[in-house]
């Protein structure tokens, strides 16, 4: 079951790259249209469309790229879901074996899913979404002291507020999950210990438990009643 959970990991950490480094079609390739429905005269697909840069626009583009470092997504997928397949297979395969698999899965995988590609991709979305004139303005930006911190700073800051808002979302999906355990008694196995809950009341002592007896008070004194005076001769 591990190892069959690893496989699917990797297959589908592999599809990822594989996918994005797929380079738009050529301008000299026909257009594509759904299987079994003809072309009509001058249609085009999205992704020809696409080929169609300027390329001054382009160049802008890749260097607005190179300064926000987002011409590196493609170096980071590639590491992330090398991280998630090396976590998969090392609860699945031997200890020993690990460190060989991964030599090899990192050298295929480095070969079958180059980071230009993606690079190439994240250009035409760029080029979709903003206009020469929207480039040049983040570029002037981005070239700029404040640009270039928030390039720097972006990161941590992003993985901070992620931090902060799942401990904050966490706690609330946790304490949402407690008030559903009387409906559904099986989450009560499922969720760790309430740190807010309040301990259960200590049970009464037993007669028996070796306590000394609490002594029974002591009768009240009845007051005398005062003698009648004898009566004179």
Known sequence: ???????????????????????PPSLNQPAQHAPGTPAQPGQTSDAAKLEKLDPAKEAAIRHLLDLTEISKMGDNIQAGLTQQ???????????DQVPKFMATFKER???????AP????????????????????????????LGQKLVKEMPAVVRESQEAGMQIDGKAAMTVLRGMTDDYPV????????????PDA??????????????????????????TPAPQQ
């Open 202 to 227: 200590a049970p009464a002592a037993s007669g028996d438990s070796g306590a000394a007896p609490t002594p029974a008070p002591a009768p009240r004194a009845t007051p005398a009643t005062p003698a």
């Open 187 to 198: 989450l009560k196995q499922m969720l760790p210990p309430d740190p807010n809950a309040k």
């Open 118 to 145: 993606v690079t190439d991709a994240t250009v035409h979305v760029y080029a979709k979404h903003f206009t020469s004139e929207d480039i040049a303005g983040l570029t002037k930006f981005y070239e700029s002291a």
């Open 1 to 23: 079951m591990k190892l069959r959970t690893a496989l699917i990991i990797a297959a589908l950490a592999s599809a990822g790259p594989a996918m994005a480094q797929s380079a």
């Open 109 to 115: 995988f480095a070969a079958a899913a180059p980071s």
């Open 85 to 95: 397949v090396q976590q998969g297979v090392g609860r699945a395969l031997q200890q």
